[in-house]
């Protein structure tokens, strides 16, 4: 399945607003805070695709987990900005997802993570094949 | 000053979308979010009339503080939920606001709160009137 | 039982250091997070009396649930403090059991909060009377 | 300086307990929390040095800030877990500092976490070498 392993051509961008519970005492966002900027991102990728995490629960039995994140901080980012933060599918496996992810202010880049996800079985926490129609519209 | 504690007649609505972030192990919101999703729709009314914070606190000097927060939960909110978060204003004072918000799922009451903020100095967090022009435009 | 109804003799006592994670870009703990501390040390209460929430939930299938929480910012409290958060049982009922609870920096009164607790049926979400003994052991 | 590229020989460990407010609707430890167990060790490593971070930023005019982050999620936390939180100084830099980070449960590997910190001034967030103090104290 070579489609499987190509790049996602155009990324996927969601909006993310800056307030006071995502930022430290630093004066900037809080480092840790990107990873739910960018799991917001993926989570709306998905429904964008016609798939919601609580049907994909109840309907297949299965949950996705993130399993590594890799997060580079480029810039400090502040209340009130507005970030865009783009999901590229990097590569598919038949359990696993691969994900490029950056965050960007008015283009520059802030921060971006390199997040694997795996899928499970959503009682065992078993490895599980992605469900085919998922796959196959997210990879195309 | 009567008009400047008349009540908000149209509520303010910003809606929230509810992601993993946002659950605890209970399978539903987290009740200490909502004041984070009350907060979100306070900086957007008052985004929409014209204020950012962080401008605020450059500009007038000014921070706005919660002094007070009480809030009761009516119903669970859960993953992939579509909040509506309302604001309305119930009075306004010289050096702090009162508002009433409710966070609604399609109509039907999750959680409301009753929250109390301070204008203070920015720098030495002592008490500090509103600026006449904000205090004009929140409350007409 | 008027057992039942006397309040808490002598309050229970957690300590909280506060880290970056707590704090907010006006450089003092974001008010939010003093509900995190007041569960925290609630939890500690409640384990200091033989009971763990998991435990709870799954031998008695019961949860407790925050119903109603009302709190007053007093002081802000900074990155390195340390804070001792108390909890003190002011009513407890059946089904409910209602908390005084303080965040005291060297005696001095950060933060305080009245916050009521339901024990509901751990699938249904249905209110449950709280399991005897443990009621028993927490107002004696 | 040879002496500042040794590897720390044995871990410093905090421990941690998990409340809900760190668990997420997949009934486990939602994996950003990760990042903030590991920073609350760091900040207790460098506390036994005798350093707090409010003080650095005082005194030295300098603040930590995280510049990468690339963690592994191994076996699921769960409420009411005890987790043991390992820091060990992997490499010293002039401006920066690599450490390599464990979260344990009863001795099995949850997580584990690669963490870059960079040396910035406080004011203007560029590179500043560590206080040589500091830096003699954290690699001996």
């Known amino acids: ?25 630093g004066g900037v966002v809080f480092y840790a805070n990107y990873l739910k900027f960018f799991e917001r991102a993926r989570t709306e990728w998905l429904r964008a695709r016609g798939w919601e995490q609580e049907k994909l629960r109840q309907e297949a039995g299965v949950m996705f987990v993130v399993v590594q994140t890799a997060v580079r901080y480029r810039q400090p980012a502040r209340l009130d900005d507005q970030l865009d933060i783009t999901v590229a599918l990097r590569h598919a496996a038949p359990a696993s997802l691969h994900f490029m992810q950056q965050a960007l202010r008015q283009g520059t880049l802030v921060a971006e993570g390199d997040i694997k996800i795996g899928c499970v079985d959503a009682t065992t926490f078993r490895p599980r094949r992605i469900p085919a129609e998922l796959l196959q519209e997210t990879t195309t």
Chains 1, 2, 3, 4 share one sequence.
Not at 4 to 20: E, G, L, M, N, S
Request: without cysteine; charged residues 30%; hydrophobic residues 35%.
């Open 1 to 25: 399945m070579p489609d499987a392993r190509r790049a996602d051509p155009t990324p996927f961008i969601h909006p993310v607003r800056i307030y006071w519970e995502d930022t430290d005492a």
